[in-house]
């Protein structure tokens, strides 16, 4: 491993290193069953439904070929993409060799959730060339992977951990979540702890956002009032040790629709997919948002505690070993280039920004048709553009090129002069970055250098 990133902007007289499109972002919409947090775009899983859904994404991938350039990063993402299977995955990867050069050094991931991984998938995935695996174990806390509503309990985690590790994969990230209801200090330190005993090379820490409309949003608003307090004047008698009640509706949660943004970048609009099958057992639990000074506090231990144990923080959420930072997602945060494909996949290329269909029906219909399932295209306005400049590089913790930014028309210093008086901001280098107080205001912080910056 190089140890730097190839897609980095060396030479800050580089202005746009990124408009080859290097990157390809492949979605698998398809779970076992929704989670109680979930607004990505997700289907019940069934296996004619992914063959041919894998038939239509080798129609995009062929028609979407002459745009790219030589990949550096391919990331299959989803919902659950190792649902898929086993021929699905082999002719998806001919097709990507038949259209693509791909680098031979390219970053090749594949997401998993533990309970859909096992020994003959993960040695397939291996032999067509990937070669990091992501798996989204969000809490060694069965009671806390029980509040997402997530399908497995964390022995089978370490199970499907078992199983890459087996096979001589070294490249793996997890995806871990805090702020989850019910989560103690002491348990989100545990699972930390625990996620750095299996050494994986890199740590997605995302703090649980509750989006309206998902089942936990629901219940919660259900359970608490405006101040968090347990709601004691409707429902059933108390739950042990709880101070309020809860109410009481069987098959509740039995549907749901999803809204929001993906960590890959890859952002869903509401769908009407039906997810009835799927049931959840939540209304039994004492479900309670974590008061804000907590969440704070979970944050802070993350940065110590990983950097301690030698991973480096180079995004706000996101921690690595030296030289294992996930390329696909820095090109996202460098406002680089990429193709998406698949059913709600995101595109942006040379500016451009293009949504695909949202539904797999008429995803499928419209590739059926010789058509690229695209909703709509947008160009970036100059003024959007240099907003996702300053987003997107604030969050990484190496921030804002000053030069870059002065080239871009801004004088970031003069702009963040307050912020950085305040010790939000600090300059480090050649370039102006978030400090540690700045991180965990960095929505504010960043909203006050638009505003200074007219923007
Ligand atoms: S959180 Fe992930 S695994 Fe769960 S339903 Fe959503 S996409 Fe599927």
């Not at 062929?62 to 990063?73: G, H, Q, V």
């Not at 042990?240 to 943004?261: C, L, W, Y």
């Not at 890859?266 to 907590?294: G, Q, W």
């Not at 969440?295 to 990983?306: G, K, P």
Request: charged share 20%; glycine share 8%.
């Amino acid at each position: 491993m190089k140890n730097h990133h190839p897609l980095e902007p060396w030479n800050p007289r580089i202005l746009d290193p990124f408009l080859k499109v290097a990157s390809l972002y492949i979605h698998i919409p398809f779970c076992v069953k929704k989670c109680a947090y979930c607004d990505f775009f997700s289907v019940p899983y069934d296996e004619s439904s992914a063959l041919a859904y894998t038939d239509a994404l080798c129609k995009e991938l062929y028609l979407k070929s002459d745009s790219a350039a030589e990949l550096k990063t391919v990331y299959i993402g989803g919902g659950t993409p190792s649902l898929l299977p086993d021929a699905c995955f082999r002719q998806l990867f001919t097709c990507l060799g038949n259209n693509f050069q791909i680098s031979h050094a390219a970053e090749i991931t594949v997401e998993a959730n533990p309970g859909t991984l096992n020994q003959s998938k993960t040695n397939l995935l291996l032999s067509l060339g990937v070669n990091r695996m992501s798996l989204g174990v969000q809490s060694f806390n069965d009671e806390e992977l029980r509040v997402l509503g997530r399908i497995y309990n964390a022995d089978d985690a370490l199970r499907s951990l078992g199983i890459l590790r087996n096979l001589g994969l070294r490249n793996y990230s997890f995806d871990l979540m805090y702020g989850i209801p019910g989560q103690s200090t002491n348990s989100w330190h545990e699972t930390i702890a625990k996620a750095v005993d299996c050494s994986p090379t890199h740590i997605s820490a995302y703090e649980l956002t509750l989006e309206e409309g998902t089942p936990l949003h629901t219940l919660i608003t259900l359970q608490t009032d405006e101040q968090g307090n347990y709601r004691v004047d409707k429902g059933q008698p108390c739950h042990s040790g709880m101070s309020g009640i809860f109410p009481q509706k069987n098959g509740f949660f039995s549907r749901q629709g999803t809204v929001g943004n993906h960590p890959n970048g890859n952002d869903t609009e509401k769908t009407t997919e039906d997810l009835s099958s799927n049931k959840y057992i939540l209304n039994d639990l004492p479900l309670k948002l974590l008061h804000e000074d907590l969440i704070l506090e979970m944050y802070n231990h993350t940065i110590d505690y990983l950097q301690t144990c030698g991973y480096e923080q180079y995004e706000i959420s996101n921690f690595a070993r030296l030289g294992f930072q996930c390329l696909h997602n820095m090109n996202y945060w460098y406002r680089g280039s990429y193709i998406g494909a698949g059913a709600g996949a995101h595109s942006f290329v040379n500016g451009t920004r293009s949504n695909n269909i949202r539904n797999i029906a008429g995803y499928m219909e419209s590739l059926n048709s010789g058509l690229i399932p695209e909703t709509g295209l947008s160009k970036s306005s100059p003024e959007e553009a240099l907003k996702e400049f300053l987003f997107l590089g604030l969050r990484k913790t190496n921030g804002i090129n000053i030069y870059k930014a002065e080239h871009l028309g801004m004088d970031i210093i003069r702009a963040g002069k307050d912020l950085l008086e305040e010790g939000f901001l600090e300059i480090w280098g050649d370039s102006l970055r978030l400090t540690r107080k700045g991180i965990v205001l960095s929505n504010s912080v960043i909203v006050r250098l638009f505003e200074n910056l007219n923007l």
